[in-house]
């Protein structure tokens, strides 16, 4: 199982540690992307017009002056840097021993900046998403894809990919054609009626994500044990579960959570 997260647009900086060290990341050979990634970002940031070509407003001016010195904050672990509803319903920043084994595993969040990091990876805190385009690099999605790909594609090594990724991070990687890849949906059901509500999204697919590295079980290794294990939140925090069939084109199949409205 390959088990893919957003990154949080909100980020706790870590209070104390050492920089952020390129070569400690989770796939090493991102290192020279991450660097040009890193001195682009730095660089802009220091800029009058750094944050709108970051596309953020002036309410994270402090996000972007804190980008100008991302080589020399303190990191910290990646589980506890991203924050939000997602992050908070995941806890992976509090997982019991052997689920927290299991997250280093199976875990990436996908990132604008570092390309992907692990759980355990130590980061700092940082604005900049998938979205940008960064002066030197382009389109992040698109200047990511061609390093991305035969990491992701190793780590994937042939299990089900369970895709909690927004569109903008899907760009930067799709799983090959025939992957067993499943992209998770969540749908609020209200008085029959079934709507797309961001907020319960992220949270569901938190609840999702602690359920695989929780649960006294194997992680699932195709879509139809991920279709089991999911059912198990049914009853509980999931009204219902769904699992679509197999995309054309390659596209992946859609894991349907149904919440409570």
Sequence with gaps: MLLLLPPSEGKTPPASGRPVDLSTLTAPELSGMRG?????????????????VLGVGPGAARDVE?????????AGRAAAVYSGVLYGAAGLADLPGAARARAAR????VSALWGIVGPEDAIPAYRLSMGVDLPGLGPLARAWRAPLTP?????????????????????????SRG???????????????????????????GVLTRHLLTRDAPVPTDADELLVASQELTGGPLLGV???PVAARGGPRTLTLVVRG
Aim: glycine fraction near 8%.
């Design 242 to 244: 769904e699992l679509g």
């Design 151 to 175: 990491v992701l594609e190793a780590a994937a090594d042939g299990g089900v990919v369970v895709d909690c990724r927004s569109a903008g991070y899907v760009a930067a990687w799709r799983p």
């Design 179 to 205: 992957a067993d890849w499943v992209a998770v949906r969540v749908l609020r059901e209200l008085d029959g009626a079934r709507t797309v509500v961001s907020h319960h999204a992220k949270h569901a697919r």
């Design 36 to 52: 040009r990634v890193l001195d682009a970002l730095t660089a802009v940031s220091g800029q009058p017009d750094g944050p709108s």
């Design 66 to 74: 804190r980008n100008v010195h991302l080589r020399d904050v303190a």
């Design 106 to 109: 199976h875990v990436r969040i």
